[in-house]
């Protein structure tokens, strides 16, 4: 089933990544290839196969609840864009 | 020096033939003079490359050296490096310099190896040429029309042009060994979970592993030495004891059970690479090892599995490039959604785009269990069939790309003919296995052709005997590209 124009849109913006009109439409044309690659999957019965999310299982390890960070605030955030007192600077979002 | 083995350098270094300074400079020149040509390396600092080299050199003169000391090594730019610039091949990250080393970073300077550059790659490691990074395409050196393979494709023109003797690579779906192959190199994509991922830059978490790249089966040996090892900070990361990899290399092969599977040897093979590789497998057969027949038969379906379960991944991990923390922030914005939609689009690079709304979608509301799910129960089939496979065998070997290095651009255009090169690769990925490619002879245009062998869960050291024995036999991993002056 191929995707339409709005649902391009529509994961583009779930995505959070802009797109103009005319790369809508090319990378419709693209996304519709790629699906058609992966609907060959649809042909195989996997009925009752337990899916596999990972090589090694999937236990986590636990560890001694002791604090193993230091502070590194400044260091971290001396990559950051826009920054404040220690505080990461973004567009105001409430009025 | 520039054709030395690792182990000629250690000797070379340890007997005082030369210091690491010496050694680190000649390939700082070496790149000077033709890194403009290959664009292998997005950044270069010789002051601190020599700088560690001065160290290595206290470090040998004290006595204390280990086999990698003064060696140096040039680093793929998804491994964070303190102090360095990490771009990822990427836009989004042109400004991002490394504020601490990534685990395989640590263990090589531990060893007291020099860092020589970060290499190109395609950006977030997405692409099977190096023609998607922000920094420009990266050529191969064996004929500069053509892509060197990707995505560690930077390490890979490096090597091959003598610009380092060996380098690190990631590889999710094959982006170590098909670059090797392309390149004529030897590289290794180990067991999942024995190189810790921490400070490595994530692009398909379930999938990504570090791995060496070099001219021969013994020096992957010696950097895996290295970079294998348990780490906390990786909730991945396997807790075993360390091990020896160059220990069985001079072991003899009689008796070794290599399949082949059929399914590597369909239509999409070029009959230039299935030439070579018949006869690798015919040589591994004088070396003493028995060839079985196997099948591997949900194989054609680890493409499309894995362009859902990579792209899904990513989607989730890129996330976290939004402009706030870190990375590129767009200029001008009207708010803090639109700032996010505007960074996001003008950060990443076109595949980087298409494969974040894969991702996006088949994790969507609707559609998880049609695509995430479906692809996961397609993975655990593959599993199986290696699982079974290795009863009947001890290595799989094959072709480890469909042909040999392609021209530039020709491929850049269509994203599902580009993801085909990986056919062969992907399903070590998506089992988690440990897979290599080592140089086998030369195909249409006198390009590199490689050989995959795949091994089980932990068999590196036996695969790396196989790879070593066959170079022993063999003098395809020493041939160097023509117009190279060495």
Redesign the interface.
């Known amino acids: 089933m191929p995707?339409s124009l709005e649902?391009?849109r529509r994961?583009?913006e779930?995505?959070?990544?802009?797109?103009s009109e005319a790369e809508a439409a090319a990378?419709q044309a693209?996304?519709n290839?790629?699906?058609?690659?992966?609907?060959?999957?649809?042909k195989?019965d996997?009925e009752g196969?337990?899916?596999?999310?990972?090589?090694?299982g999937s236990t986590?390890?636990l560890?001694d609840d002791e604090v193993t960070e230091t502070d590194?605030r400044e260091?971290?955030?001396?990559?950051?864009?826009?920054k404040d007192a220690g505080l990461?600077l973004?567009?105001?979002?409430i009025e | 020096m520039l054709n030395a083995s690792l182990k000629e350098l250690s000797a070379a270094l340890g007997q005082k033939q030369i210091s690491s300074f010496e050694l680190t400079r000649l390939f700082l020149e070496r790149i000077r003079k033709l890194n403009g040509a290959l664009n292998a390396f997005i950044t270069v600092d010789e002051e601190r490359s020599l700088v560690q080299a001065r160290a290595a050199d206290e470090r040998i003169a004290k006595g204390a050296a280990q086999p990698l000391t003064g060696i140096p090594v040039a680093h793929k730019d998804i491994f964070l490096a303190k102090d360095w610039l990490t771009t990822c091949g990427s836009k989004m990250l042109s400004n991002f310099v490394g504020p601490y080393d990534a685990h395989v970073i640590e263990r090589f300077n531990g060893a007291g190896a020099v860092i020589l550059g970060k290499t190109n790659m395609d950006e977030f490691a997405m692409g099977s040429s190096s023609e998607t990074s922000y920094y420009g395409p990266v050529k191969n050196p064996w004929d500069r029309n053509c892509v060197p393979g990707g995505s560690s494709g930077g390490s890979a023109a490096a090597i091959a042009a003598r610009m380092a003797p060996a380098a690190t690579g990631t590889d999710t779906g094959g982006s170590t060994r098909q670059p090797a192959a392309l390149s004529g190199l030897s590289g290794l994509k180990p067991t999942y979970g024995l190189v810790s991922r921490y400070g490595m830059i994530a692009f398909a978490s379930s999938l990504d592993q570090g791995g060496p790249m070099a001219k021969s089966a013994e020096d992957l040996a010696l950097l895996l030495n290295v970079m294998a090892g348990f780490d906390p900070r990786d909730s991945t990361s396997v807790d075993r004891a360390a091990e020896d990899y160059a220990r069985d290399l001079d072991k003899p092969l009689s008796g070794l059970r290599i399949g082949v599977p059929k399914e590597h040897f369909g239509d999409g093979l070029a009959a230039d690479v299935r030439t070579a590789v018949e006869a690798a497998l015919a040589q591994l057969e004088k070396l003493g090892a028995k060839r079985t027949a196997i099948d591997l038969p949900n194989s054609g379906l680890s493409v499309p599995a894995y362009y859902v379960i990579a792209p899904a991944e990513a989607s989730s991990n890129l996330s976290r490039f939004d402009g706030v923390r870190y990375g590129h922030r767009a200029k001008e914005y009207r708010d803090l959604a639109d700032m996010y939609r505007r960074t996001r689009a003008e950060g990443f690079g076109a595949e980087v785009r298409r494969r974040i709304l894969i991702g996006t979608y088949v994790l969507s509301h609707g559609y998880y269990d049609a695509y995430y799910l479906k692809a996961q129960k397609i993975r655990r089939l593959i599993a199986r069939d290696f699982a079974e496979a290795f009863g009947q065998c001890d290595l799989v070997v094959g072709p480890t790309a469909p042909t040999v290095a392609f021209k530039l651009g020709t491929k850049a255009a269509d994203p599902v003919q580009m993801y085909l090169n990986d056919i062969y690769t992907i399903p070590a990925n998506l089992a988690g296995l440990p897979a290599m490619s080592v140089p086998c002879g030369f195909g249409a245009g006198n390009l590199p052709v490689g050989l995959h062998i795949v091994g089980n869960y932990f068999a590196e050291a036996k695969m790396l005997n196989a790879a070593h024995q066959y170079q022993r036999a063999t003098d395809w991993h020493r041939r160097e590209p023509a117009g190279i002056q060495i």
């Open positions: 995707l649902e391009v994961i583009a779930l995505a959070r990544i802009g797109i990378v693209q996304l290839d790629i699906f058609e690659l992966i609907g060959r999957m649809q195989v996997t196969v337990e899916p596999m999310s990972h090589a090694q986590l390890r560890r590194r260091l971290y955030q001396s990559v950051a864009p826009q990461y973004v567009p105001k979002v």
